[in-house]
């Protein structure tokens, strides 16, 4: 069976006939030329779809947000194909790390329509989700859910999208489950290439009982690299840290204590501890880190040179004052370097000099690890978090953000940006401030969520939400008040600018010669919105500029009206109705790169003429227009 449409462009399941002749015959069928690809009804849309220009923009929520005027940090409400569309300027290859947890197409509707006439209940409708008496088809619904072409032709513009927004050393990581696994796969190899497939985990969150055959119990992130030849050029690694330390380290501690400062009692008390433990335990892979002394929890590792020829010399027991026993292949360490391990006390001496020593390996000095490709962690745990931390049982399912911050810890640092444009609770951005809190990092996030609503008999709707985006927004106020309780961050960044997908501020003056008339020549002087904010015009300006969004931003009176400026001045906007001499004086003086201010402002063409002559004089650089 494949899928095609009908004539009413409807997808239907179809026999493919020259499969069918294959199987019953003992010949190839003669047919197209064979080849490798992924194909789909609608992929040709879809691809148009990606390349299909914008005519919406973001508009400032600062009611939403925190920290607006100074966060680096950015929360877009509102259809990711848009959002993704609308950003291609600002953040063309500039973010680090994408992470996505898409629907996963299992028989529940996902309600991303890439026709923006329509509404979701339309959209419901016309994919037969939804009769037009406003009953669920439920027969429909669970069988339409499972057409993969639906899911391809939604994901296949944003994927292509999200390519161009990675740098040269990005990688995207794809949450996914058995229902579209395979379909996800060929879809990354045809966007990113076959060759910038780094590898497939899989995550084990707990034991399900709701199957009658496997329990499927896991789930897989699929990893992406924008250009995986130049992160192997680069000599880029990927390291975690190991998973049980802190259990060991406190194990130890608390047996040093107990035995007084005997570290031969304290690592006795240390190996049983390690032997009480299940062998699934994670601090159980560390057990041969099994001794301790002053500075910390180590494991006595080989002092012979690898192959034989090492060097030869005496060293004396401390307690006998005899030589030891050198190793059969001659010492590790040349003469110098045994001398600063015997004074730093990184030597692991026997009961007497019959032994051959070894040497110490610390735990603190190898916590570091490459992620291996299969994990367990308890599915259950970031739903309980979840939920003390809003109050209420408000989102089903939400990611882990202790598995995301490892995403994030092994992929990125310093100020890289992470985005995720299916931010659903908002379980990255908590990531991301948990790994700035963890390693003192400046990183910077970027989330897009659809404003789906909510069931009104959710715990969510009961505790006051009306939307998705509303409870990723308060799932980042309260899980950065809770980073910021718990650390000594000094200026960190815990706010986040909130904008929303909207219709442009500017009208759309196109028309024919036929249709034009006085009266429509008249409505044609504004150019705005009239509902339109001077901040929604900024930000309209700032994206199709390719501007970062999320650039600092001031405001100052000058003569009486408001100028805005960002990151420190590079561009000023004036949207007054009445640009004064001073206003349009001051601005060229501080000869910033870019100056904007509004077309009607200026009370003559003479006005406006004077403003050019003034900017072409004082701040020849500038570059300057007028809404």
């Not at 840290?241 to 406190?250: F, P, S, T």
Request: with cysteine.
């Amino acid at each position: 069976m494949v899928e095609t449409r009908d004539k009413g462009g409807a997808v239907r399941r179809a026999i493919d006939f020259d499969a069918l002749r294959q199987e019953l015959s003992d010949h190839i069928v003669e047919g197209p030329q064979e080849r490798y690809h992924l194909n789909w009804p609608g992929k040709r849309a879809a691809s148009f779809v990606a390349s299909a220009p914008t005519t919406q923009t973001l508009r400032p929520m600062r009611h939403a947000s925190v920290d607006f005027d100074t966060t680096r940090n950015l929360f877009v409400e509102g259809d990711n194909l848009e959002a993704l569309k609308i950003l291609q300027e600002s953040y063309l290859g500039k973010v680090k790390l994408i992470y996505i947890d898409p629907p996963y197409n299992t028989g529940n509707d996902f309600v991303y329509s890439d026709d923006f006439s329509q509404s979701t209940e339309s959209y419901l409708e016309r994919t037969g989700q939804r009769a037009s008496t406003g009953e669920r088809l439920k027969a429909n619904l669970e069988s339409n859910g499972r057409f993969h072409s639906d899911w391809l032709s939604m994901m296949y513009p944003r994927l292509k999208l999200a390519r161009n927004l990675l740098r040269e050393d990005g990688v995207i990581f794809m949450s996914i489950n058995d229902a579209e696994f395979e379909n996800l796969k060929h879809l990354g190899n045809e966007v990113f290439g076959a060759g910038n497939f780094v590898g497939t985990m899989v995550w084990a969150a707990g034991r399900k009982n709701d199957s009658r055959f496997i329990s499927a119990s896991h789930e897989y992130i699929i990893c992406f690299a924008r250009d995986l030849t130049g992160l192997r050029e680069r000599a880029i690694d990927w390291k975690v840290r190991k998973r049980g330390l802190d259990a060991i380290y406190k194990t130890a501690i608390s047996q040093v204590r107990l035995h007084d400062g005997d570290f031969e009692a304290a690592s006795a008390g240390l190996r049983k501890w390690y032997s009480s433990l299940p062998d699934g335990d994670e601090s159980k892979r560390n057990k041969h880190y099994s001794r301790v002394d002053a500075r910390g929890v180590y494991f006595p590792g080989d002092i012979s040179w690898p192959n034989g020829g090492g060097p030869r010399f005496e060293v004396l027991h401390p307690k006998t004052g005899r030589p030891v026993r050198i190793p059969t292949g001659g010492w590790r360490l040349q003469q110098d370097a045994m001398a600063t391990y015997l004074r730093e006390d990184r030597i692991h001496f026997g009961p007497d000099e019959t032994t051959v020593p070894t040497i110490k390996r610390y735990l603190q000095d190898t916590e570091m690890e490459v992620a291996y490709s299969v994990f367990y962690q308890d599915g259950r745990a970031a739903t309980k978090r979840l939920r003390e931390l809003l109050g209420a049982a408000v989102f089903d399912f939400p990611k882990d953000e202790t598995v995301l911050q490892t995403l994030v810890d092994m992929t990125t640092a310093d100020d890289d940006i992470v985005m995720d444009f299916f931010a659903g609770s908002g379980s990255m951005a908590h990531a991301v401030m948990a790994a700035n809190a963890s390693d003192r990092g400046r990183r910077r996030f970027v989330l897009v969520q659809l404003d789906e609503t909510v069931d009104p008999r959710s715990g969510a709707a009961k505790a006051g939400f009306s939307h998705i985006a509303e409870i990723s927004r308060e799932r980042i106020r309260r899980a950065a008040d809770e980073i910021r309780g718990k650390s000594d961050l000094g200026d960190a960044d815990f706010g986040f600018r909130a904008l929303r997908v909207g219709s442009s501020n500017f009208v759309d003056v196109l028309t024919t010669a036929d249709e034009l008339d006085q009266a429509t020549l008249l409505g044609l002087a504004a150019s705005i919105h009239e509902d339109r904010s001077d901040e929604d015009l900024l930000f309209q300006v700032l994206l199709e500029w390719g501007v970062d969004p999320t650039l600092p931003l001031e405001r100052e009176q000058i003569d009486g009206q408001t100028i805005m400026s960002v990151d420190g001045g590079a561009l000023l906007a004036c949207f007054s109705e009445r640009l004064t001499e001073a206003v349009v004086l001051e601005m060229a003086r501080r000869q910033p790169l870019r100056a904007v201010v509004k077309d009607a402002g200026f009370v003559t063409d003479a006005a406006r003429i004077n403003a050019e002559q003034v900017f072409a004089e004082l701040a020849p650089g500038t570059r300057l227009r007028a809404l």
